[in-house]
C-alpha cells in the first residue's frame, strides 16, 4: 500500500499521539489537531487522503467535521473514532459520507487495517476511472486536425506500424501531438481493446519510478504494505506509454532495457520473474542526441525504444495547418459551451498565422478555448487573444497569487514555480520540496521557461 496523508483530529492530545505514531509507524504523513475548526484550517492548505476524527468534541463534533470536510475536500476519505459505541453514532457518521469507522479501545492494527481498507478501496476506483476514461477516448481519435505534408507523413506512419509491435519513439516539442499520436497508435492496433497505460516518467523520483513501472511485493522496503502490480503488468496485451523517456535516471535504464529484450522482469523486492506483452511507445521533447553525447542516456537503450521514429514538427513549420486547427477548435469549444459564435475577424487570422506558438498546438487549443468562454460577441477579434502575454503579478504583500479568469494550468504551473523559487531565495531545491516535485523535475521546467523565452525573443531569460 502506498504512503498516504493522514491527518487526525482528536481534543485528547494523548489520543492523537497514539493514533500518529502508529500510523506514521505504518509508513504514512501525519499531521495532527486538537479541534474541528483548527482541522478544517488544516484542510484547506494542504490534501490530505484520509481523515480520522474523533466524534465528541468542542465546539465542533465530529459530525459537523465530517461535514465540511466533505464539502471542502470530496477527495478526503473520513474514518470515526467513537468511544461511544453504540450503532447509531456509527450509522449516521457513514450517512453522512464516512468511510468507514473504528471503535475505542482500538489496537494500531485495527486502524491501520482500517486505513488501508480506505486506500485500497480508492486505488480500485482510480483505477477503474482511469479504463473507463482511457475507452471513451478511443471513440475520440480521428480528432487529429492537420492535412500540411509534414502530419500527412505522420499519418501514414501510424497507419504502417500501429499493427506491429516495434517500439515507437514520438519525438516533437512540447504541446505538437506526441500524446495524441500514442493513443492513435494504439487504438488503432490490435491491442485497442487493451490497456493503454501512460507512465510520466520525469514526474517521478527514480526509486518511485521504479515501483511505479515494474511493481514491488509486500515488505520490498519500508512502507511497501501490500504487493502492487506495476505498470508494465498493467498494460500486458496493451501499450505502454514513456513519457518523457529521456528523463528515465541512470539507473534504470539498464533495466528497461532488459524487458524491451527479454520482455521479463521482476517486481521490486520479488524473485519470480514475469513475462509481458506490451507494446513500448515513447516521447521525448528533449535533445535525446545531446543526452547520448553526455552520456546521460545509454546509447542500447535509445536504439530499442527509437525502432520506429515519428517527428512531430513545431506548429510554426506547418503553418498550413493553423486555420483547420482554429476552426477544429471554434468548432469543439463554442459546442461545449453553449455558445453562438460565427468564427475569427480577418485580423484574428492573420494574428495566428503570424504568432510563433512556442507552446504550439496546445498553446492554439488554450487561446481558442480561452476566447470562446470569455467574449461576448458573434465574431473572435483580437483582443479576445492575449497571444505570448506575460504570466500576471499578485497583488504585492499578500501570500496569495492571483490571476485573472482565463489562466491557462501551464501558465499558473509557470507563474507559481517562479513564485515559489524567489519566495525560496533562490533555493531549487527547498523550491522544489515545496511544490512536491523533484529537482529533476523543476531543472526541466525552467530550461523550457528559457527555451520560451528566447523564442519569443525578449532577449531575457525568466529564471530568477
Ligand atoms: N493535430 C492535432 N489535432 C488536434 N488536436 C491536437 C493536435 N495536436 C495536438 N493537439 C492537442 O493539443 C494538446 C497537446 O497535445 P499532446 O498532449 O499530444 O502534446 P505533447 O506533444 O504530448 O506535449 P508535451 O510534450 O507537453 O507532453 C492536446 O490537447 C491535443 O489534443
Ligand atoms: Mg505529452
Known sequence: MSRAQILVIDDEPLMGDYVQEALVRAGHEVDVCTNGPAGLECVRRTFYDVLITDLRMEPMDGLEVLRRVREESPGTHCIIMTAYGTVETAVAALKEGAADYVMKPFTPDELEVAVSRVLEHERLTQENRYLRGELNLHYDFESMVGESPAMAAVYDSIRRVADSRATVLIRGESGTGKELVARALHYRSVRRDKPFIKVNCAALSAGLLESELFGHEKGAFTGAHDRKIGRFELAHHGTLLLDEVSEISSELQPKILRVLQEREFERVGGNTSIQVDTRIISTSNRDLEQALADGHFREDLFFRLNVIPIYLPPLRERREDIAALMDYFLKR?????????????????????????????????????????????????????????????????????????????????????????????????????????????????????????LDKDTGQGVVP
Open 333 to 453: 469549444y463554442t459546442h461545449e459551451n453553449g455558445r453562438d459564435i460565427q468564427g475569427f475577424t480577418p485580423a484574428v487570422r492573420q494574428m495566428f498565422a503570424e504568432y510563433q506558438w512556442p507552446g504550439n498546438v496546445r498553446e492554439l487549443q488554450n487561446s481558442v478555448e480561452r476566447a470562446v468562454v470569455l467574449s461576448r460577441e458573434r465574431m473572435l477579434e483580437p483582443e479576445h487573444f492575449s497571444l505570448g502575454m506575460p504570466v500576471p503579478v499578485e497583488k504585492p504583500g499578500s501570500g496569495a497569487v492571483s490571476v485573472p479568469l482565463g489562466t491557462t494550468v501551464a501558465e499558473m504551473e509557470k507563474h507559481l514555480i517562479l513564485r515559489t523559487i524567489k519566495h525560496c531565495g533562490g533555493n531549487r531545491t527547498r523550491a522544489a520540496e515545496v511544490l512536491g516535485i523533484s529537482v529533476r523535475t523543476l531543472r526541466n521546467k525552467l530550461k523550457e521557461y528559457s527555451e520560451e523565452a
